[in-house]
Protein backbone atom coordinates (compact mmCIF):
# COMPACT_ATOMS: atom_id res chain seq x y z
CA UNK A 1 0.00 0.00 0.00
CA UNK A 2 0.64 3.37 -0.43
CA UNK A 3 1.09 5.84 2.28
CA UNK A 4 -2.55 7.34 3.21
CA UNK A 5 -1.89 10.61 5.10
CA UNK A 6 -5.35 12.67 6.71
CA UNK A 7 -6.46 15.09 4.10
CA UNK A 8 -10.55 16.23 3.18
CA UNK A 9 -10.44 14.90 -0.56
CA UNK A 10 -11.26 11.33 -2.13
CA UNK A 11 -8.71 9.78 -4.53
CA UNK A 12 -10.42 7.12 -7.25
CA UNK A 13 -8.34 5.86 -9.66
CA UNK A 14 -8.62 3.94 -12.71
CA UNK A 15 -6.06 0.99 -14.03
CA UNK A 16 -6.22 -1.42 -16.42
CA UNK A 17 -4.43 -1.75 -20.08
CA UNK A 18 -4.60 -0.16 -22.98
CA UNK A 19 -8.38 -1.17 -24.00
CA UNK A 20 -9.91 -1.88 -21.07
CA UNK A 21 -12.67 0.63 -20.80
CA UNK A 22 -11.34 2.53 -18.26
CA UNK A 23 -11.38 5.97 -19.90
CA UNK A 24 -15.07 5.11 -20.68
CA UNK A 25 -15.72 4.15 -16.91
CA UNK A 26 -14.47 6.93 -15.12
CA UNK A 27 -15.81 9.93 -17.76
CA UNK A 28 -19.24 8.42 -16.79
CA UNK A 29 -18.31 8.46 -13.12
CA UNK A 30 -17.12 11.83 -13.54
CA UNK A 31 -20.31 13.16 -15.10
CA UNK A 32 -22.25 11.04 -12.69
CA UNK A 33 -20.67 12.70 -9.64
CA UNK A 34 -20.76 16.36 -11.15
CA UNK A 35 -24.62 15.88 -11.09
CA UNK A 36 -24.37 15.11 -7.50
CA UNK A 37 -22.94 17.90 -6.27
CA UNK A 38 -19.79 16.81 -5.71
CA UNK A 39 -16.46 19.27 -6.35
CA UNK A 40 -14.87 16.80 -8.58
CA UNK A 41 -11.56 17.49 -10.72
CA UNK A 42 -10.32 14.93 -13.51
CA UNK A 43 -6.54 14.38 -14.01
CA UNK A 44 -5.20 12.15 -16.73
CA UNK A 45 -1.50 10.34 -17.56
CA UNK A 46 0.50 12.17 -19.41
CA UNK A 47 -1.12 15.38 -19.42
CA UNK A 48 1.44 18.05 -18.02
CA UNK A 49 1.65 21.06 -20.21
CA UNK A 50 4.62 21.44 -18.37
CA UNK A 51 6.05 17.97 -19.77
CA UNK A 52 4.18 17.99 -22.83
CA UNK A 53 6.69 19.05 -25.23
CA UNK A 54 9.53 16.88 -23.68
CA UNK A 55 7.39 13.62 -24.09
CA UNK A 56 6.48 15.05 -27.77
CA UNK A 57 10.18 15.06 -28.68
CA UNK A 58 11.52 11.71 -27.02
CA UNK A 59 8.61 10.17 -28.50
CA UNK A 60 8.47 11.59 -32.25
CA UNK A 61 12.48 10.65 -32.29
CA UNK A 62 12.45 7.59 -30.19
CA UNK A 63 14.63 8.86 -27.47
CA UNK A 64 13.75 6.78 -24.82
CA UNK A 65 15.28 4.19 -23.01
CA UNK A 66 12.85 2.51 -19.93
CA UNK A 67 14.85 4.67 -17.53
CA UNK A 68 14.14 7.89 -19.01
CA UNK A 69 10.82 7.18 -20.17
CA UNK A 70 9.67 6.07 -16.84
CA UNK A 71 11.15 9.27 -15.18
CA UNK A 72 9.67 11.26 -17.70
CA UNK A 73 6.23 10.08 -16.91
CA UNK A 74 7.14 10.19 -12.86
CA UNK A 75 7.98 14.07 -13.90
CA UNK A 76 4.81 14.53 -15.91
CA UNK A 77 2.55 12.75 -13.30
CA UNK A 78 4.31 15.00 -10.27
CA UNK A 79 3.80 17.91 -11.94
CA UNK A 80 0.09 17.40 -11.72
CA UNK A 81 0.51 15.57 -8.71
CA UNK A 82 2.32 19.55 -7.11
CA UNK A 83 0.16 21.90 -9.08
CA UNK A 84 -3.56 19.39 -8.86
CA UNK A 85 -3.96 16.35 -7.30
CA UNK A 86 -2.74 17.18 -3.65
CA UNK A 87 -4.05 21.18 -3.37
CA UNK A 88 -6.87 19.43 -4.75
CA UNK A 89 -6.96 16.49 -2.31
CA UNK A 90 -6.29 18.87 0.52
CA UNK A 91 -9.00 21.04 -0.42
CA UNK A 92 -11.52 18.44 -0.07
CA UNK A 93 -12.68 17.78 -3.84
CA UNK A 94 -13.07 14.41 -5.11
CA UNK A 95 -10.18 13.77 -7.13
CA UNK A 96 -10.43 11.03 -10.43
CA UNK A 97 -6.89 9.58 -12.37
CA UNK A 98 -7.31 8.52 -15.65
CA UNK A 99 -3.88 6.16 -14.73
CA UNK A 100 -1.93 6.58 -11.92
CA UNK A 101 1.11 5.23 -9.77
CA UNK A 102 -0.05 1.82 -10.50
CA UNK A 103 0.37 2.43 -14.54
CA UNK A 104 3.88 3.08 -13.79
CA UNK A 105 4.58 -0.19 -11.63
CA UNK A 106 2.66 -2.57 -14.19
CA UNK A 107 3.86 -0.51 -17.17
CA UNK A 108 7.81 0.55 -16.34
CA UNK A 109 8.66 -2.97 -14.68
CA UNK A 110 7.32 -4.77 -18.19
CA UNK A 111 9.64 -2.85 -19.70
CA UNK A 112 12.45 -3.70 -17.64
CA UNK A 113 13.34 -1.24 -14.88
CA UNK A 114 13.28 -2.37 -10.72
CA UNK A 115 10.50 -3.34 -9.13
CA UNK A 116 11.43 -1.61 -6.06
CA UNK A 117 12.87 1.36 -7.87
CA UNK A 118 10.11 2.08 -9.66
CA UNK A 119 8.07 1.68 -6.21
CA UNK A 120 10.31 4.14 -4.34
CA UNK A 121 10.04 6.79 -7.28
CA UNK A 122 6.51 7.00 -6.88
CA UNK A 123 5.92 6.60 -3.31
CA UNK A 124 5.25 9.86 -2.36
CA UNK A 125 1.76 9.08 -4.14
CA UNK A 126 -1.27 8.35 -1.63
CA UNK A 127 -2.58 5.40 -1.27
CA UNK A 128 -5.99 5.87 -3.50
CA UNK A 129 -10.03 5.34 -1.65
CA UNK A 130 -11.02 3.35 -4.48
CA UNK A 131 -8.35 2.01 -7.39
CA UNK A 132 -10.28 0.33 -10.17
CA UNK A 133 -8.72 -2.26 -11.76
CA UNK A 134 -10.17 -3.20 -15.07
CA UNK A 135 -9.32 -6.60 -16.23
CA UNK A 136 -9.72 -7.77 -19.47
CA UNK A 137 -8.60 -10.82 -21.73
CA UNK A 138 -5.39 -9.96 -23.93
CA UNK A 139 -7.87 -10.55 -26.94
CA UNK A 140 -10.58 -8.60 -26.16
CA UNK A 141 -7.94 -5.60 -25.82
CA UNK A 142 -6.94 -5.90 -28.86
CA UNK A 143 -9.65 -6.63 -30.68
CA UNK A 144 -10.80 -3.27 -29.01
CA UNK A 145 -7.96 -1.50 -29.94
CA UNK A 146 -7.62 -2.63 -33.38
CA UNK A 147 -11.10 -1.86 -34.54
CA UNK A 148 -11.49 1.71 -32.86
CA UNK A 149 -8.20 3.28 -33.97
CA UNK A 150 -6.45 3.97 -37.24
CA UNK A 151 -2.88 1.94 -35.30
CA UNK A 152 -1.15 1.06 -32.59
CA UNK A 153 1.67 3.53 -31.45
CA UNK A 154 5.12 2.73 -31.20
CA UNK A 155 5.72 2.99 -27.65
CA UNK A 156 2.14 2.10 -26.61
CA UNK A 157 3.35 -1.67 -28.69
CA UNK A 158 6.50 -1.71 -26.39
CA UNK A 159 8.16 -1.64 -29.78
CA UNK A 160 11.56 -0.19 -28.12
CA UNK A 161 11.88 -3.38 -26.75
CA UNK A 162 12.17 -5.47 -29.84
CA UNK A 163 9.95 -7.99 -28.93
CA UNK A 164 8.88 -8.37 -32.54
CA UNK A 165 8.80 -6.88 -35.51
CA UNK A 166 4.81 -6.73 -35.96
CA UNK A 167 3.23 -4.44 -33.75
CA UNK A 168 0.39 -6.05 -33.39
CA UNK A 169 2.18 -9.15 -32.10
CA UNK A 170 4.76 -6.77 -29.71
CA UNK A 171 1.56 -5.03 -28.71
CA UNK A 172 0.17 -8.76 -27.37
CA UNK A 173 3.64 -9.41 -25.92
CA UNK A 174 3.93 -6.20 -24.05
CA UNK A 175 0.35 -6.01 -22.61
CA UNK A 176 0.71 -9.66 -21.56
CA UNK A 177 3.51 -8.40 -19.43
CA UNK A 178 1.31 -5.88 -17.99
CA UNK A 179 -1.34 -7.41 -17.45
CA UNK A 180 0.49 -10.25 -15.56
CA UNK A 181 2.15 -7.11 -13.17
CA UNK A 182 -1.25 -5.32 -12.95
CA UNK A 183 -2.43 -9.19 -11.24
CA UNK A 184 0.29 -9.28 -8.93
CA UNK A 185 -0.58 -5.77 -7.90
CA UNK A 186 -4.19 -6.23 -7.07
CA UNK A 187 -2.98 -7.73 -3.30
CA UNK A 188 -0.52 -5.28 -2.77
CA UNK A 189 -2.21 -2.43 -3.07
CA UNK A 190 -5.50 -3.12 -2.46
CA UNK A 191 -7.12 -2.99 -6.15
CA UNK A 192 -10.98 -3.48 -6.88
CA UNK A 193 -11.48 -5.50 -9.84
CA UNK A 194 -13.69 -4.47 -12.31
CA UNK A 195 -14.70 -7.43 -15.23
CA UNK A 196 -14.11 -5.27 -18.14
CA UNK A 197 -16.07 -7.80 -20.74
CA UNK A 198 -18.91 -6.82 -18.91
CA UNK A 199 -21.80 -4.29 -21.24
CA UNK A 200 -20.70 -0.79 -20.00
CA UNK A 201 -23.51 -0.04 -17.85
CA UNK A 202 -23.33 -3.21 -15.72
CA UNK A 203 -20.20 -2.01 -14.76
CA UNK A 204 -20.79 1.50 -13.81
CA UNK A 205 -23.64 0.42 -12.46
CA UNK A 206 -21.51 -1.57 -9.74
CA UNK A 207 -18.86 1.33 -9.64
CA UNK A 208 -21.76 3.69 -8.61
CA UNK A 209 -22.33 1.45 -6.42
CA UNK A 210 -18.83 1.23 -4.65
CA UNK A 211 -18.11 5.16 -5.02
CA UNK A 212 -21.36 5.42 -3.13
CA UNK A 213 -20.41 3.48 -0.33
CA UNK A 214 -16.79 5.11 -0.75
CA UNK A 215 -18.52 8.47 -0.35
CA UNK A 216 -21.16 7.72 2.53
CA UNK A 217 -21.33 10.00 5.71
CA UNK A 218 -18.55 12.31 3.61
CA UNK A 219 -18.91 15.95 3.40
CA UNK A 220 -17.80 17.03 -0.03
CA UNK A 221 -16.61 20.71 -0.72
CA UNK A 222 -19.42 22.40 -1.42
CA UNK A 223 -19.63 22.95 -4.80
CA UNK A 224 -21.22 26.56 -5.60
CA UNK A 225 -22.12 25.49 -9.57
CA UNK A 226 -23.76 22.61 -8.41
CA UNK A 227 -27.16 21.69 -10.61
CA UNK A 228 -30.49 21.85 -7.92
CA UNK A 229 -31.49 18.46 -7.73
CA UNK A 230 -28.02 17.58 -5.89
CA UNK A 231 -28.07 21.20 -3.63
CA UNK A 232 -32.23 19.99 -2.40
CA UNK A 233 -32.18 16.46 -2.52
CA UNK A 234 -34.75 16.23 0.12
CA UNK A 235 -37.23 17.36 -2.79
CA UNK A 236 -36.20 14.40 -5.15
CA UNK A 237 -35.90 11.07 -5.06
CA UNK A 238 -32.59 9.33 -3.93
CA UNK A 239 -30.05 9.58 -6.01
CA UNK A 240 -30.75 7.78 -9.36
CA UNK A 241 -28.69 5.07 -10.10
CA UNK A 242 -29.87 4.89 -13.82
CA UNK A 243 -26.60 5.00 -15.69
CA UNK A 244 -27.47 7.27 -18.85
CA UNK A 245 -25.45 5.76 -22.11
CA UNK A 246 -22.83 7.24 -23.18
CA UNK A 247 -21.10 6.73 -26.55
CA UNK A 248 -18.73 4.08 -25.25
CA UNK A 249 -15.25 3.80 -26.78
CA UNK B 1 35.77 1.60 -14.01
CA UNK B 2 36.33 -2.10 -16.12
CA UNK B 3 32.84 -3.76 -14.41
CA UNK B 4 30.77 -1.05 -13.61
CA UNK B 5 28.66 -0.98 -10.58
CA UNK B 6 25.47 0.92 -9.76
CA UNK B 7 24.13 2.56 -6.20
CA UNK B 8 21.01 0.08 -6.85
CA UNK B 9 19.50 -2.26 -9.25
CA UNK B 10 20.99 -0.26 -12.39
CA UNK B 11 19.79 -0.81 -15.45
CA UNK B 12 18.14 -4.14 -15.38
CA UNK B 13 17.07 -4.34 -19.03
CA UNK B 14 20.95 -3.78 -20.35
CA UNK B 15 23.70 -5.80 -19.37
CA UNK B 16 26.59 -3.30 -19.33
CA UNK B 17 29.30 -4.71 -20.29
CA UNK B 18 32.78 -4.05 -20.33
CA UNK B 19 33.63 -0.58 -19.33
CA UNK B 20 37.35 0.72 -19.88
CA UNK B 21 37.15 4.09 -19.50
CA UNK B 22 37.15 6.01 -16.06
CA UNK B 23 34.80 8.22 -14.80
CA UNK B 24 35.49 11.51 -13.13
CA UNK B 25 33.07 13.90 -11.11
CA UNK B 26 34.18 17.65 -10.56
CA UNK B 27 31.13 18.14 -7.70
CA UNK B 28 30.67 21.71 -6.08
CA UNK B 29 28.75 24.78 -5.51
CA UNK B 30 27.70 27.44 -8.20
CA UNK B 31 30.80 29.79 -8.95
CA UNK B 32 33.34 27.46 -7.60
CA UNK B 33 35.09 27.04 -10.62
CA UNK B 34 33.88 23.70 -11.89
CA UNK B 35 34.06 24.09 -15.61
CA UNK B 36 37.31 26.30 -15.48
CA UNK B 37 39.28 22.99 -14.11
CA UNK B 38 37.32 20.51 -16.60
CA UNK B 39 38.60 22.62 -19.67
CA UNK B 40 41.64 22.54 -17.78
CA UNK B 41 41.94 18.46 -17.00
CA UNK B 42 40.23 17.83 -20.63
CA UNK B 43 43.70 19.85 -22.49
CA UNK B 44 46.35 17.85 -19.68
CA UNK B 45 44.63 14.92 -20.01
CA UNK B 46 44.03 15.06 -24.46
CA UNK B 47 47.84 16.22 -24.20
CA UNK B 48 49.13 13.07 -22.55
CA UNK B 49 46.84 11.32 -25.45
CA UNK B 50 43.78 9.92 -23.49
CA UNK B 51 40.43 10.50 -24.91
CA UNK B 52 37.92 12.78 -23.10
CA UNK B 53 34.45 13.10 -23.45
CA UNK B 54 32.57 15.90 -20.61
CA UNK B 55 28.78 15.87 -19.73
CA UNK B 56 27.35 18.01 -17.01
CA UNK B 57 24.11 18.88 -15.60
CA UNK B 58 20.84 19.49 -18.45
CA UNK B 59 23.08 18.87 -21.33
CA UNK B 60 20.52 16.17 -22.40
CA UNK B 61 19.18 17.07 -25.57
CA UNK B 62 15.90 14.88 -24.73
CA UNK B 63 14.55 17.29 -21.33
CA UNK B 64 17.21 20.26 -22.59
CA UNK B 65 14.20 22.19 -24.60
CA UNK B 66 11.54 21.48 -22.38
CA UNK B 67 13.88 21.81 -18.59
CA UNK B 68 14.66 25.22 -19.61
CA UNK B 69 11.00 26.58 -21.01
CA UNK B 70 9.91 24.77 -17.20
CA UNK B 71 12.30 26.59 -15.40
CA UNK B 72 11.44 30.25 -17.33
CA UNK B 73 7.44 29.68 -15.97
CA UNK B 74 6.29 29.63 -12.22
CA UNK B 75 4.59 26.48 -12.33
CA UNK B 76 7.61 24.17 -11.92
CA UNK B 77 7.62 22.53 -7.93
CA UNK B 78 10.40 21.18 -6.56
CA UNK B 79 9.40 17.14 -6.61
CA UNK B 80 8.74 17.97 -10.14
CA UNK B 81 12.53 19.97 -10.64
CA UNK B 82 14.52 17.37 -9.58
CA UNK B 83 12.71 14.69 -11.58
CA UNK B 84 13.43 16.66 -14.22
CA UNK B 85 17.21 16.34 -13.71
CA UNK B 86 16.87 12.97 -12.95
CA UNK B 87 15.23 12.10 -16.56
CA UNK B 88 18.11 14.68 -17.92
CA UNK B 89 21.03 12.42 -15.47
CA UNK B 90 19.80 9.10 -16.56
CA UNK B 91 19.69 10.53 -20.88
CA UNK B 92 23.30 11.13 -20.63
CA UNK B 93 24.26 8.30 -18.25
CA UNK B 94 22.82 6.27 -20.49
CA UNK B 95 23.28 7.89 -24.10
CA UNK B 96 26.39 9.55 -23.61
CA UNK B 97 28.31 8.33 -20.12
CA UNK B 98 28.37 4.60 -20.55
CA UNK B 99 29.05 4.68 -24.52
CA UNK B 100 32.01 6.46 -23.70
CA UNK B 101 33.33 4.44 -20.92
CA UNK B 102 32.91 1.29 -23.21
CA UNK B 103 34.95 3.13 -25.88
CA UNK B 104 37.68 3.50 -23.16
CA UNK B 105 36.72 7.69 -22.96
CA UNK B 106 38.03 9.46 -19.88
CA UNK B 107 34.49 11.20 -19.06
CA UNK B 108 34.91 14.36 -16.77
CA UNK B 109 31.26 14.89 -15.27
CA UNK B 110 30.48 18.23 -14.53
CA UNK B 111 28.48 17.95 -11.10
CA UNK B 112 26.23 14.50 -11.25
CA UNK B 113 23.57 13.52 -8.77
CA UNK B 114 24.87 14.56 -5.72
CA UNK B 115 23.76 18.03 -6.64
CA UNK B 116 21.01 17.28 -7.68
CA UNK B 117 20.13 15.72 -3.86
CA UNK B 118 21.56 18.38 -2.18
CA UNK B 119 18.88 20.40 -3.54
CA UNK B 120 16.37 18.31 -3.09
CA UNK B 121 17.42 17.94 0.64
CA UNK B 122 17.20 22.10 0.95
CA UNK B 123 13.35 21.54 -0.47
CA UNK B 124 12.76 19.59 2.16
CA UNK B 125 12.89 16.13 0.34
CA UNK B 126 12.98 13.05 1.94
CA UNK B 127 16.88 11.74 1.72
CA UNK B 128 15.87 8.18 1.30
CA UNK B 129 13.34 9.18 -1.30
CA UNK B 130 16.10 11.17 -3.42
CA UNK B 131 19.00 9.04 -2.96
CA UNK B 132 17.12 5.46 -4.25
CA UNK B 133 15.87 7.57 -7.41
CA UNK B 134 19.88 6.99 -8.31
CA UNK B 135 19.79 3.41 -8.03
CA UNK B 136 20.43 3.30 -11.53
CA UNK B 137 23.63 5.61 -11.24
CA UNK B 138 26.97 4.00 -12.14
CA UNK B 139 29.56 4.91 -8.86
CA UNK B 140 32.47 6.99 -10.53
CA UNK B 141 35.98 5.95 -9.86
CA UNK B 142 37.07 9.99 -8.48
CA UNK B 143 34.77 12.67 -7.17
CA UNK B 144 36.13 15.94 -5.99
CA UNK B 145 34.22 17.82 -3.71
CA UNK B 146 35.61 21.92 -4.69
CA UNK B 147 34.83 23.29 -1.36
CA UNK B 148 34.84 26.87 -0.97
CA UNK B 149 32.79 29.35 1.30
CA UNK B 150 30.11 31.78 0.42
CA UNK B 151 32.33 34.47 0.06
CA UNK B 152 34.35 32.99 -2.26
CA UNK B 153 31.76 31.99 -3.98
CA UNK B 154 29.99 35.63 -3.93
CA UNK B 155 33.23 36.67 -5.65
CA UNK B 156 33.02 34.41 -8.23
CA UNK B 157 29.73 35.08 -9.23
CA UNK B 158 29.98 38.63 -9.13
CA UNK B 159 32.85 38.93 -11.65
CA UNK B 160 31.44 36.19 -13.55
CA UNK B 161 27.74 35.39 -14.90
CA UNK B 162 26.20 37.98 -12.13
CA UNK B 163 23.50 36.38 -9.20
CA UNK B 164 20.33 34.44 -11.14
CA UNK B 165 17.36 33.55 -9.67
CA UNK B 166 17.76 29.44 -9.51
CA UNK B 167 21.45 29.51 -8.20
CA UNK B 168 20.21 31.78 -5.17
CA UNK B 169 17.40 29.07 -4.63
CA UNK B 170 14.41 32.04 -4.85
CA UNK B 171 12.03 29.57 -6.24
CA UNK B 172 12.14 28.90 -2.22
CA UNK B 173 13.02 32.56 -1.52
CA UNK B 174 15.52 31.89 1.26
CA UNK B 175 15.59 35.63 1.73
CA UNK B 176 13.54 38.52 0.18
CA UNK B 177 16.75 39.80 -2.36
CA UNK B 178 18.81 37.38 -4.87
CA UNK B 179 21.92 38.66 -2.49
CA UNK B 180 21.02 37.27 0.55
CA UNK B 181 19.17 34.32 -0.51
CA UNK B 182 22.54 33.11 -2.59
CA UNK B 183 24.21 33.48 0.47
CA UNK B 184 21.59 31.16 2.74
CA UNK B 185 21.05 29.07 -0.06
CA UNK B 186 24.54 28.27 -1.10
CA UNK B 187 25.07 27.67 3.02
CA UNK B 188 22.76 24.85 3.18
CA UNK B 189 24.35 23.26 -0.43
CA UNK B 190 27.49 23.29 1.36
CA UNK B 191 25.97 21.86 4.42
CA UNK B 192 24.36 19.37 2.76
CA UNK B 193 27.59 18.51 0.36
CA UNK B 194 29.57 18.94 3.31
CA UNK B 195 27.29 15.56 4.75
CA UNK B 196 27.75 13.62 1.36
CA UNK B 197 31.05 13.87 1.28
CA UNK B 198 31.72 11.07 4.06
CA UNK B 199 28.78 9.25 2.85
CA UNK B 200 30.00 8.66 -0.68
CA UNK B 201 33.92 9.29 -0.40
CA UNK B 202 34.66 12.58 -1.93
CA UNK B 203 37.67 13.88 -2.45
CA UNK B 204 37.62 17.46 -0.51
CA UNK B 205 39.53 19.65 -2.13
CA UNK B 206 39.93 23.08 -1.23
CA UNK B 207 38.54 25.62 -3.57
CA UNK B 208 40.21 29.13 -2.35
CA UNK B 209 43.78 27.57 -3.27
CA UNK B 210 44.80 28.61 -6.53
CA UNK B 211 43.72 27.19 -9.81
CA UNK B 212 47.52 26.31 -10.55
CA UNK B 213 47.67 24.44 -7.09
CA UNK B 214 43.68 22.76 -7.68
CA UNK B 215 45.36 21.33 -10.72
CA UNK B 216 47.68 19.84 -9.26
CA UNK B 217 45.73 18.50 -6.20
CA UNK B 218 43.24 16.69 -9.46
CA UNK B 219 45.96 15.97 -11.28
CA UNK B 220 47.65 13.98 -9.22
CA UNK B 221 44.69 12.19 -8.41
CA UNK B 222 43.60 11.22 -11.47
CA UNK B 223 46.98 10.40 -12.24
CA UNK B 224 47.14 7.87 -9.60
CA UNK B 225 43.37 6.49 -11.15
CA UNK B 226 44.81 5.81 -14.60
CA UNK B 227 48.55 4.06 -13.78
CA UNK B 228 46.06 1.69 -11.69
CA UNK B 229 45.41 -1.32 -13.54
Not at chain 1, 26 to 39: N, S, V
Request: glycine content about 8%; hydrophobic content about 40%; aromatic content about 12%.
Amino acid sequence: MLKRPNYKGKLIVVEGIDGSGKSTQIDLLYKWLQLQGKTVYFSEWNSSDLVKSTTRLGKDEKMFTPTTFSLLQATDFCDRWENHILPLLKAGAVVLADRYAFTAYARDVARGVDPHWIRNLYSFAFQPDLAFYFRVPLDVAVERITSARAKIKYYEAGMDLGLSENKITSFRLFQQRIIDEYEKMIAEFGLTVIDGTLPVEIQQKEIRKLVTKGLRGWASLPNPNAPRPARRPARRSPAPATPQKENSQ
Amino acid sequence: MSQGTFFGAGFPYRSLGDLPGKLVVLEGSDGVGRSTHIQLLRAWLESEGYAVSDTGLTRSPLTSPGLDAAKQGHTLGPRTLSLFYATDFADRLENNIIPALKAGFIVLSDRYFYSIIARDMVRGADPDWARKVYGFALVPDLVFYLRADVQTLVTHIVHGRGFSYWESGMDIRCADNLYDSFCVYQSRLIDQFDKMSEEYGFINVDATHSIASIQDTLKKQIRTLLETP
